[in-house]
């Protein structure tokens, strides 16, 4: 079964219970485009004296993304200040799964500097034995994640992660993320939905992981728990 099948199954199931969120989404977007507007409405009836240097920062701010530094420099300068010599330093990217480490050479505390200097989306940090990581947040999966990251339970029925197919001699759990309200699971969902998930469901994307994501947390031991201390007594 593909993906696309098994989350087509999943949204009949939940078609009722999300009827309600486009409710309060329906109603939240029209509430916000009120408030917009009056905003608006307001910042142009502000006199030009009264906006001054604000509103022209406004505008700057507005007309283009500003981004600072991912970590401040004086941070930085703290840390390396102590190195002596030069030092091994790696360029890691770390993906929403998955992680690259590549060496990037050997560098006193003046050229670790530089280098922040010339990346500053990346964070530095000290690593065992005195290494020097750059580190870059990426989101999406790495590309070993995209050919072998499988979704499924581990013994305890949490939601896993698994680095292969769930239940393989070589599988590896990449991470664990919430338990599973098991009961619930399978008293709502069809039985080859569940067989799905029990066998692992791949995901070779960002948007196919976090739909598996939204879709089970819904079934979370903390979510039903709410779920059944609301309900009407029949």
């Known amino acids: 079964m593909t993906v696309l099948s098994f989350w087509n199954q999943v949204k009949r199931e939940l078609k009722k219970r999300l009827r309600w969120k486009r409710r309060w989404i329906h109603l939240a977007g029209i509430v916000l485009a009120i408030g917009a507007a009056s905003a608006w409405w307001m910042l142009q009836e502000r006199p030009d004296s009264e906006q001054g240097i604000d509103g022209q920062q406004e505008r700057m701010v507005l007309g283009r993304s500003i981004q600072g530094p991912a970590q401040p420099e004086e941070e930085v300068r703290n840390m390396v200040s102590g190195i002596e010599g030069e030092r091994e330093v790696y360029s890691k990217k770390a993906y929403v799964c998955g992680e690259e480490l590549q060496l990037l050479g050997r560098m006193n505390s003046a050229q670790i500097l530089a280098y922040y200097k010339e990346h500053p989306s990346m964070t530095v940090s000290l ?9 870059e947040s990426v989101s999406d999966l790495s590309p070993q994640c995209k050919h072998n990251a499988y979704f499924g339970l581990d013994e305890q029925g949490n939601l896993s992660l698994f680095e292969g197919v769930p239940g ?8 664990t993320f919430f338990q599973l309200n098991i009961e619930y699971l399978e008293s709502s969902l069809p039985r080859e939905t569940l067989k799905q998930l029990y066998q692992g469901i791949q995901v070779s994307d960002l948007d196919e992981y976090n739909s598996v994501l939204s879709t089970f947390s819904d079934y979370a031991v903390e979510e039903t728990e709410k779920v059944m201390q609301v309900a009407p007594l029949q």
């Open 168 to 175: 393989s001699a070589d599988r590896n759990v990449i991470r």
């Open 127 to 135: 690593a065992d034995g005195g290494k020097v990581v750059f580190t």
